[in-house]
Each structure stands twice: as structure tokens, then as C-alpha cells.
């Protein structure tokens, strides 16, 4: 009819039939999609598209809906635009809120308050790849994205995530490093961050966040796959969370009063004199359970010369488990007291020293402990002014055993 029409009358209007706009084949959106407003407590980039999560949205109705387990995505370069389809949904209603995103090697970590579900997002659509129980967190800085992968702390340990595998940084070649006691007693819900250090390859794990804390650390060397614990090492003002600077240097910042926040980095060279000093290595049962002879111990060391107020440092063992009560000797027999090593007061050259122990103690042991303490620690009135300077270092330490023969 239209053309019929058209053509009888000529250079009138013709009769069209109306459309819906856009055409339903064109359409790339729906107005039941439309967002109004939206807010999250967590997001990430990763492949040009940006994921939120845990979201406060206002839809076309104007109704205000908290969505705290869902993951929203926007579209390639448009960062800010999100809508009700590019809803990401792979665990709901268990009662569980994303406390964080992190990504690594194409990976969308998504972290909940007792779970880790890893989310695979190499292609056009996002699908779950793994789900791991007991390996959320509490908080949004418990987590650390950094060179190796992602690694983060909870309740129940330390954990690190390379793109392919989750390992336990507390457990090495089967053997638990780090007792259950004393994380229960470092550890603090809610509290408790981690951070990286480019330079060193070190992660670092700050006891509290607030006045409350003890200022105590604990440190991953991912070098030597080792732990070492600190106490009272920083201190126990409130902090903000780590963040690495433009140098990668890690810092945070700390309250120091009428509302002045001091961002300070975090220094691996010691600084100050420390007193109260102690340092205690692992149990060392040298892979076996079988008797062993400990001979003697080798140190390489410098620094740290005795003299203006400044003490030596003391080093003791202890044999399967029990306290750190054993004196070393030198070759003559005699009790050593501390390392006395510096003949040139200052002198920054690398010495070894060779500690002996005593074979009627550790010439049948299962394991072998060494401790370095300064002369004054744990006495009842400690001299103030007698520290361990802050230039001691200890490089290696070589101990030389012999294993028992089964008679």
C-alpha cells in the first residue's frame, strides 16, 4: 500500500511503518541494564577492562541494592561504565562479602572472608578455575601483589599464588618453618598487612596497624625461602597501609601527632643500636632424625666492634630443643664470651669466626639451635647504654657435623 500510494501521488508523503529506535538488531544495550550509581570497596584493571566488587548500585527505578558478593565488569577502555549484564556471579549467597581483587597472569583473584576463588579471565568471558577453602582474608591490606605473584596472610598462615599453583610460605619440602603458636601469637585479625620489597626480595609482615601493636615483624626472604622474626622493630603508632613509591621503595605512613601523618620507607640496612638485642636460628636437625656430632660452628661477620658504651655479641647453642644455656670455645678451649674480632676498631672487613662446641653436649644430638645475644639481655638490671651497634652483620653461618653410626 505504501508504494501504491507513493505513486499516485507523487512528491507527497509516503507512508511509512514505524520502528522501534534503536532497531532491535542494533540495540547494545536494554534500559532494565541501566545503572544510576555505583560504588564498590574494591577493584583492579586487567585486560583493558575494570573489575569492581562488593557494590552499592541505584538502578533505573532508583532502588538501592548492596550486591557484596559480585563482581562487576565494564567495557574494553571504558573504565567507568558499568551495567546490570556485565554482572560476574561465581559464588553467591554463602553468606560471604569480597573483601579483594587481585590480579596475576590473567588470573582475577577474587578474596572472601574464608575463601579464594581464582577466576579465569584469559578470554572474552570470564569462568572459575579453582576455589580454595580456608584462604580469604579479613581485610584489604592482608593482600600484596608484587613481582612473583600475589601473597597474603590470614588466620591460618601465609600464602603465595604464581599463576599456576597456591603454596603454604610456612611449609618447606614438608616441614612446617613456622609453629602454629607462634603465628596464633603474631598474627592479628583485621590487622594485620603485608608488603614487598623490590630490593631486597623480602615480604614483610607488620604485626598491628594501630597504638595497640607490639611493633613487631616478620619477614619472608624469597631468596633463601627463610622467615625471620623481629620484635619491636617499628613502631606502634597508628599506620596507614604499604604502598611502594615511585623509587619501588616501600613505605607507610604513621600518626605522630596534631594530625601530621610521617610517610617513612622501609630501610633492609640497620640504622640504630639496638639493645635487648637476640637472634635465634631454627632447629636444625640437618634432614634426619639419626644422632649427630656438631664439631664446630663457622661465622662470617663484621661490624658491630665493641667499645663507647657498646657491647659484644654473645653467641650460645642449644641441643634438641632445650634452652639456649651452652657455651662455644675457641680452638685453645676457652669460653667465648662474645666475638672478638676487630683488632682495627671500624673495620668493615668480612672476619670468620670459629665457634667450638662441647662434645660431651652436642656429640649425640638430633638437632641443633644457635643464638646471638648482646651481653646484658635478660639480666635484671641491664645497663642502658651497652648495645649491639648497629653496623653487626652476620653473612653465613657453616656448621660442621658429622652424622652417628647405628650400633
Known sequence: MADNYSVMNPGNYHLGVPFAFPPIHNRVYNEKYIIKDIKWKTSVLLNRKMYIANVEIKDIDNVVKILSDSIFKSKANKFDTFTLDRRIDVAIGDGEEIIRLATYADRLLQFKQNTLHIINASKNSEFLEATHKYKGVSHHNAVCQFDYGIVWCNAHGVYMYNGQNVTELFIKEGIRSISEDTWDTFYKDKETMIGYVPSSKQVILFKGVNGSGSGDIMIYDMITQSWVKGKARVGIADKTNFVNIWDGRLAWGYEQGNNLITVVPWKVEPSEDVDEYKVQTKEFNFGTQANKKVIKVNITHRGGAAGDGKTYVLPKYAVNGGAFNNSFKDEDGNIIDGLLTY??????????????????????????????????????????????????????????YRRKSVK
Open 343 to 400: 683488632n682495627i676498631p671500624g673495620s668493615s672487613d668480612w672476619v670468620e669466626t670459629t665457634l667450638y662446641t662441647d662434645t660431651s653436649v652436642a656429640g649425640k644430638i638430633k638437632s641443633f639451635a644457635i643464638q646471638f645475644t648482646d651481653y646484658d639481655y635478660g639480666v635484671s638490671n641491664p645497663n642502658p647504654n651497652r648495645k649491639v651497634k648497629s653496623d653487626f652483620e652476620i653473612n653465613d653461618i657453616t656448621i660442621i
